[in-house]
């Protein structure tokens, strides 16, 4: 592996810059600048989510028992594998390997359709269950009834926690989660166009991928995706008790 | 300034092999510890999990480790910006200390 890694693959130097090294460099720290707008765009909205949740603690507690956290962690993985392949695709293309390249890029499609096939699937859920925000939003605990499961016995008094979960602030937590699972949804599809761009050019040999590093900023943008749900899966499925 | 030789950084695979086990790992430790009662303990568990893994894909999948200081200081600033930004939560937290009418 590590003898046949050190050939990368040859580079053009634009004539604006000193040499490869800065052309890199610019070519990062832009699409590092762009993250950066990136994080603090879900930075908002994750703030949002303190700020509900440190209001209503009991309410997002029972309101995300409605999350399925089987599904969740399917999609933590199918997510982080993603992220793998991705790193993947940018080293093969960083060899100049374009044909492996494309193969790992049609893996990281197929891994985020799954994903978004999965959170389809939850929010069809969501959707028979009226917990959709809006004037057709039921609420109903999830201690409450549903199949003679008992009440919560709260840690402090040991009697049962009492469950009545105002509507409203149980729809709250719908909306953020629906805001931000969405909009890391629209994220994921922006990344799968992008790729299917990147490996369309490679395919055809245009020379706009000509050199390597398209591919390693898509590979930076898929990353940070990544990062986003990996702080998403814990605060909207993983309430602790 | 420049990394060394001029040449750009390649990641050999072991790294992001080691890098995507240590991120599932994580994400076991951290789905068995929420059924898990810690009280408090439990979102800065959670949360210090999420934190490592994201600072893993970082450094690793996104290979800032390997490049100049001027991407560590990009990489850094977004995340930095946003501490300000949940700085906020202290009007929040505090304002129940001195209740005021109409608040």
């Given at each position: ?65 409605h ?55 939850e929010y069809h859920n969501k959707y028979?269950e009226?917990l959709i ?41 719908f ?67 | ?103």
């Amino acid at each position: 592996m590590s003898v046949e890694a050190i050939q990368p693959a040859p580079q053009e130097l634009s004539e604006q810059y000193e040499d490869l090294a800065q052309q890199s460099e610019a070519y990062v720290v832009g699409m590092w600048a762009f993250l950066v707008t990136e994080i603090m765009f879900f930075g908002a909205l994750f703030l949002a989510y303190i700020v509900y949740r440190t209001a209503y603690p009991e309410v997002f507690r029972d309101a995300h028992h409605h999350l399925d956290v089987v599904l969740g962690t399917i999609n933590t993985t199918v997510l982080l594998t993603s992220s793998l392949f991705m790193a993947l695709a940018v080293h093969a293309a960083q060899l100049g390997r374009k044909k492996a390249q494309n193969r790992w890029l049609f893996l990281v499609m197929l891994c985020a359709l799954t994903f978004l096939v999965i959170k389809g699937i939850e929010y069809h859920n969501k959707y028979v269950e009226h917990l959709i925000p809006g004037s057709s939003f039921q609420y109903h605990s999830v201690a409450e009834g549903e199949g003679g499961q008992a009440p919560r016995m709260s840690a402090e008094t040991g009697f049962a926690v009492p469950q009545s979960i105002p509507r409203d602030k149980a729809q709250m937590f719908f909306v953020l989660y629906f805001c931000m699972t969405g909009l890391h949804g629209i994220h994921v599809v922006i990344g799968l166009i992008v790729m299917a761009v990147l490996a369309w050019l490679t395919s055809r040999n245009s020379p706009l991928v000509r050199d390597y590093m398209p591919v390693e900023m898509a590979g930076l943008y898929w990353h940070f995706v990544d990062i986003v749900w990996i702080f998403l899966f814990p605060l909207f499925y993983l309430i602790p008790k | 300034m420049h990394s060394k030789e001029g040449a750009h950084h390649i990641t050999p695979p072991a790294v992001y092999l080691k890098t995507y086990a240590a991120l599932l790992v994580l994400m076991l430790l951290t789905v068995g510890v929420a059924q898990v009662h810690l009280g408090p303990l439990n979102n800065a568990v959670a949360m210090g999990i999420a934190v490592t893994k994201a600072v893993l894909v970082v450094l690793y999948f996104m290979q800032v480790r390997y490049s100049t200081r001027l991407v560590w200081v990009w990489s850094a600033i977004g995340f930095l910006w946003l501490l300000l930004l949940f700085g906020t939560m202290q009007d929040y937290l505090t304002r129940p200390w001195v209740p005021i009418h109409g608040w």
